[in-house]
Antibody, heavy 123, light 107 residues
Framework: QARLVQSGSELKKPGASVKVSCKAS????????LNWVRQAPGQGLQWMGW????????TYAQGFTGRFVFSLDTSVNTAYLQISSLKTEDTAIYYC????????????????WGQGTLVTVSS | SYELTQPPSVSVSPGQTASVTCSGD??????ASWYQQKAGQSPVLVIY???KRPSGIPERFSGSNSGNTATLTISETQAMDEADYYC??????????FGPGTKVTVL
């Protein structure tokens, strides 16, 4: 069945960069969009944006432009989230999630989710 | 922008019914999905398109959506259902939005 496996936890200093990977298996990678979701410590889920795995076109939610970059390597069925100029407030768990399309975007949903990658930013 | 609201917490006794609401402007005109997140785990889809249940999700989970409110209902609640529950909807201005989450406690 479909599965998303993310890279391990990261500890970074402010100002550094980090690249989180999300490897897909069990389904045709380029037929389903990939979304990224952030969860700060003790907080709820925040949608960061998505990447079209067919055209490799990213779309970023408000608040996630500039320092955040979504990319793909379709040869290994893997999506990446890169965050540059890290700030302490970037400390969070980052999830990737496959988007299941319906007749209209209103009907889409996320399944499955990756296990999450904890990024800790601390001096 | 589009916003969803949920009660911070819901308490339920084992075997009873828990209802978690999610409110948003004309939410009934769009679909709602629900995700369960147990402590230390990633979210799991439990309801999509208002009331559809993915394979592997117990029948005690059901959903509805009308007017401004979507509701996740957990019948015959079990201790294993204790988790945070998030609603999600799509809006043309913000694409995807999640509710703030509701902690369901089984007392």
């Amino acid at each position: 069945q479909a599965r998303l496996v993310q890279s391990g936890s990261e500890l970074k200093k402010p100002g550094a960069s980090v690249k989180v990977s999300c490897k897909a298996s069990g389904y045709p990678f380029t037929e389903f969009a990939l979304n990224w979701v952030r969860q700060a410590p003790g907080q709820g889920l925040q949608w960061m944006g998505w990447i079209n795995t067919n055209t490799e076109t990213p779309t970023y939610a408000q608040g996630f432009t500039g320092r955040f970059v979504f990319s793909l390597d379709t040869s290994v069925n893997t999506a990446y989230l890169q965050i540059s100029s890290l700030k302490t407030e970037d400390t969070a768990i980052y999830y990737c999630a496959r988007e299941i399309p319906a007749a209209t975007p209103m009907g889409n949903w996320f399944d499955p989710w990756g296990q999450g990658t904890l990024v800790t930013v601390s001096s | 922008s589009y916003e969803l609201t949920q009660p911070p917490s819901v308490s339920v006794s084992p075997g009873q019914t828990a209802s978690v609401t999610c409110s948003g402007d004309k939410l009934g005109d769009r679909y709602a999905s629900w995700y369960q997140q147990k402590a230390g785990q990633s979210p799991v889809l439990v309801i999509y398109q208002d009331s559809k249940r993915p394979s592997g999700i117990p029948e005690r989970f059901s959903g509805s959506n009308s007017g401004n409110t979507a509701t996740l209902t957990i019948s015959e609640t079990q201790a294993m259902d204790e988790a945070d529950y998030y609603c999600q909807a799509w809006d043309s201005s913000v694409h995807y939005v999640f509710g703030p989450g509701t902690k369901v406690t089984v007392l």
